[in-house]
Nanobody, 123 residues
Framework: QVQLVESGGGLVQAGGSLRLSCAAS???????MGWFRQAPGKEREFVAA????????YSADSVKGRFTISRDYAKNTVYLQMTSLKPEDTAVYYC?????????????????WGQGTQVTVSS
């Protein structure tokens, strides 16, 4: 069984930075991992994903050039480095582990989810 625990969220001013962490328990080393977010009244949306081997990443256009996904296999942890934050980045951010080793962008392609961490960006 895989369990995911996110941390690192908080309140930050526009233009600031945060780093989210997703600590995984269980065998996730070969699974693709992703970050999604959900703002109030909106559907969950894809943010970024990384392949099982870590050789491929993909980000949503809205965060390209500002957010970077990475993973540390020794710590079994995935990170989302967020810079140049905007008020529209405000959301609950979720970490997810997929059913395959490839990069995936659809929520239904992921089998495991964390509980989420709140990110609030003030203007």
């Amino acid at each position: 069984q895989v369990q995911l625990v996110e941390s690192g969220g908080g309140l930050v001013q526009a233009g600031g930075s945060l780093r989210l962490s997703c600590a995984a328990s269980g065998r996730t080393g070969w699974l693709g991992m992703g970050w999604f977010r959900q703002a109030p009244g909106k559907e969950r949306e894809f943010v970024a994903a990384i392949s099982g081997p870590g050789d491929s990443t993909y980000s949503a256009d809205s965060v390209k050039g500002r957010f970077t996904i990475s993973r540390d296999y020794a710590k079994n942890t995935v990170y989302l480095q967020m810079t140049s934050l905007k008020p529209e980045d405000t959301a609950v951010y979720y970490c997810a582990a997929g059913g395959s080793r490839y990069v995936r962008v659809e929520p239904q392609e992921y089998d495991y989810w964390g509980q989420g961490t709140q990110v609030t960006v003030s203007s």
